[in-house]
């Protein structure tokens, strides 16, 4: 009966969770006509919101003493939000415009992948810690450099007070994504935890997914709502706050990792579906649906190859 109950629980939850996500998207539409700036600058916000559910993963993984569980999360979410999220975001729109400008993108992929070459002496100490900090600053320095679009916002808040409304029920909005979801992730981990898994694959195949039903939600919303070019920044803006939220980690509490060949594994996807992303953002200034296929692809071969070698 507890079972039953649970699953009943959850399926109300992902309910709110897309009605919340729905209503943000709306919200966000709103407050960027106002503002007259593309969609895209406020992904970036909308993916630092919509990464609570890691910072709250890697807390409590710290205060329980499996700070493994949060590296799998934050590490995992890679290949879940390259590979899964963007494949179904391409497959729903069929096409996604970019501007194939690398400036931009290279520089975001680079820190997105900075953790795991720090990772392969096995732990990450204080040192690692300040670097990925470090070059998360600076990455955030660059990029408000090239972009002027910051201070388009800065002037148009001063001049149009009607978009506070939209911007008090945009962030009521994305907190409720982000309660529903950890709640989520705390009844899937009560439900699986009897299946006896290890705190890393734990958090590289079942907190990965269930931290970024957000960022899910909210890319198959902005289908919905035909704002495609959203999918793909806060994308970019989630993933990027990881990289921020595991250097913490390992400035409070340095981790050490023994994952022996998972850990490759990981690796060897995380480079390959990146090194792809760049590639079809590149090529024909566009990202499509078969492009969204090989990347669906290469995520369910991961998942695959990690659950059979730990058969």
């Known amino acids: 009966m507890a079972i039953i109950f649970y699953i009943v629980i959850l399926i109300i939850l992902f309910g709110v969770l897309g009605l919340s996500a729905d209503f943000l998207v709306h919200n966000i539409k709103i407050i960027s006509r106002k503002l007259g700036i593309k969609i895209f600058a406020l992904g970036i916000v909308l993916g630092v919101m919509t990464s609570l559910p890691e910072m709250a993963v890697s807390v409590n993984s710290i205060i329980n003493e499996v700070p493994n569980i949060s590296v799998g999360n934050l590490m995992g979410s890679v290949m879940v939000i390259f590979g899964l999220i963007l494949g179904i975001s391409l497959i729903l729109n069929r096409k996604i415009r970019t501007d194939g400008d690398m400036k931009y993108l290279l520089p975001q992929?680079?820190?997105v992948f900075l953790p795991f070459i720090l990772g392969l002496d096995k732990k990450f100490g204080m040192l690692d810690g300040i670097i990925m900090?470090?070059?998360y600053i600076i990455l955030l320095i660059y990029l408000y450099q090239i972009s002027k679009k910051y201070q388009i916002i800065q002037v148009s808040i001063?001049?149009?007070?009607?978009i506070f409304k939209s911007i008090l029920l945009s962030i009521i909005s994305a907190i409720v994504v982000v309660a529903s979801s950890y709640v989520i992730v705390k009844l899937s981990v009560i439900l699986l935890n009897k299946l006896g898994i290890k705190p890393?694959?734990?958090?590289?195949?079942?907190?990965?997914?269930?931290?970024n039903l957000p960022e899910i939600t909210v890319s198959i919303t902005s289908w919905k709502k035909k704002s495609p070019e959203l999918s793909i920044s806060h994308l970019m803006g989630s993933i990027i706050t990881n990289v921020i939220i595991l250097g913490a980690?390992?400035?409070?509490?340095?981790?050490?990792i023994n994952l022996g060949y998972s850990y490759t594994i990981l690796i060897i996807f995380a480079a390959l579906i990146l090194f792809l992303t760049a590639i079809f953002y590149k090529t024909k200034k566009s990202l499509d649906r078969i492009e969204g296929l090989f990347l669906i692809s290469i995520y369910f071969i991961f998942i695959y190859t990690i659950i059979t070698m730990q058969i």
Do not use: A, D
């Open 133 to 135: 900090i470090s070059v």
């Open 158 to 162: 001063i001049k149009e007070q009607k």
């Open 109 to 111: 992929l680079g820190v």
């Open 200 to 211: 890393f694959i734990l958090g590289l195949l079942i907190f990965s997914l269930g931290t």
């Open 249 to 256: 980690m390992s400035i409070i509490n340095p981790i050490t």
